[in-house]
T-cell receptor, first 115, second 114 residues
Framework: DADVTQTPRNRITKTGKRIMLECSQT?????MYWYRQDPGLGLRLIYY???????NKGEISDGYSVSRQAQAKFSLSLESAIPNQTALYFC????FGGGARDTQYFGPGTRLTVL | GNSVTQMEGPVTLSEEAFLTINCTYT??????LFWYVQYPGEGLQLLLK?????DKGSNKGFEATYRKETTSFHLEKGSVQVSDSAVYFC?????????????FGTGTLLAVQP
């Protein structure tokens, strides 16, 4: 079984709809992240969480919200989806600590299309 | 702020050719440096990393050396295979253990032809 799973894997929705993307991990990591990937722009950080009581905005948090329901679960919501949120979304996890511990482990991604 | 610049693709090579993908960075302090690979339809996988100057990361025949003097972390492989076709991302870890935030380059598509 995969260590980091994302659901759904693909989603098509309409402008104005509320969408939730879910991420679960079995790695036992405290830290979780949400990124979006756009062609030619690489990955950009949306939100990150260091534990269930700690949520932080990333580079591009406008239009998004998150919920850390448990150590293993981190959800990303689009309250009112718009077409420029069409992208590939990745969840990632990491262990606490710097140096050798700062590797992030990625889920398979969710492809979201907003019409 | 911190940033990563990598060469634009696509890079198209014949099988067994030598590969170099350039990556340079701007950062304060001493970040860790990474190469991630994304195969078609999949998420990112860590390929290799280096955590301090002059360290060499290596995996699956790929290598990269952390060069502080030139702020570079170029990816190399002596003989590429068709199965190496993927998008390669250079990244740095911002803030070390304090934040673990990754800053990514824009990615380089590698296409290896038989």
């Amino acid at each position: 079984d995969a260590d980091v799973t994302q659901t759904p894997r693909n989603r098509i929705t309409k402008t104005g709809k509320r969408i939730m993307l879910e991420c679960s991990q079995t790695k036992g990591h405290d830290r979780m992240y949400w990124y979006r990937q756009d062609p030619g722009l690489g990955l950009r950080l949306i939100y990150y969480s260091f534990d269930v009581k700690d949520i932080n905005k990333g580079e591009i948090s406008d239009g998004y919200s998150v919920s850390r329901q448990a150590q293993a679960k981190f959800s990303l919501s689009l309250e009112s989806a718009i077409p420029n949120q069409t992208a590939l979304y990745f969840c990632a996890t990491s262990d606490f600590g710097g140096g050798a511990r700062d590797t992030q482990y990625f889920g398979p991604g969710t492809r979201l299309t907003v019409l | 702020g911190n940033s990563v610049t990598q060469m634009e693709g696509p890079v198209t090579l014949s099988e067994e050719a030598f590969l170099t993908i350039n990556c340079t960075y701007t950062a304060t302090g001493y970040p860790s440096l990474f190469w991630y690979v994304q195969y078609p339809g999949e998420g990112l996988q860590l390929l290799l990393k280096a955590t301090k100057a002059d360290d060499k990361g290596s995996n699956k025949g790929f290598e990269a050396t952390y060069r502080k003097e030139t702020t570079s972390f170029h990816l190399e492989k002596g003989s590429v295979q068709v199965s190496d076709s993927a998008v390669y991302f250079c990244a740095l870890s911002e803030g070390g253990g304090a934040t673990n935030k990754l800053i990514f380059g824009t990615g380089t598509l590698l296409a290896v032809q038989p």
